[in-house]
């Protein structure tokens, strides 16, 4: 972890993005070392925000694990210096918060980020839709953001001027050709909603078709392809 950018400060330009990429794989495949580190920086981000060791490159890898492996005080500590006016946080700073709070694995805390992102005076709306988006990339939030959705479409659609990136985030996140149709049913039925941006969502809608389409037919095929390159009990891969 040391040699991949946790702590190293000479690493060339080139080789910064690569770091970057092995660093979010490492920790996604929950790599313990990859963890741990994340862990410490994002507990030192925490105790003094502005003073962080954490390079520009992974404030997002750090803060992201961090929530995601601290749980509820790890939510409720970054929350509270997103709220907190005296730190003088940059837009960027804010955004990146955000997207970690999304992160968290908790149901319950997905729906209150989620409450947040309809309350102006908790997140703002222009950064509502893209919250909104981000509760969908996480497996944990995907149902939780779907039920919001639904209940509080009307409320959700009137305000939002992220309209368009949170049904990019809806539509993303459904693959199976079941929930791709539910989806694209409900959507249809909420077309009077979307004059502004029917084109794109209908553009959407045939990709998520197409990939739907896809697993239908290739799906299992990969799974037996697969299957049938698992080492055999010897150690040496079927041919």
Known sequence: AEYMGYGSQNVAMSMVHKQRTLIEIMCSYDYQPCIERAETMFKEFLADPLNSNIPPDLQSVVLFNGVRHGGASAFECLWSIYND???????????????ALSKVEEPWLIQRLLEYAMDPHSI???DSG???SRCFDNPAGRGVAWRFVRQHWVRLVTPISGISKMISGIVRAFNHPTDVATVRRFLEEQWKWLDEVQTEVAQLLEA??????WLGTYANRVGLWLQSRQPTATGQCKK
């Open 124 to 126: 703002r709306m222009q």
């Open 85 to 99: 006016s005296s730190l003088g946080l940059t837009s960027s700073e804010r955004s990146v918060i955000l997207k």
């Open 208 to 213: 998520a078709d197409t990939r739907a389409n």
């Open 130 to 132: 893209d919250v909104i």
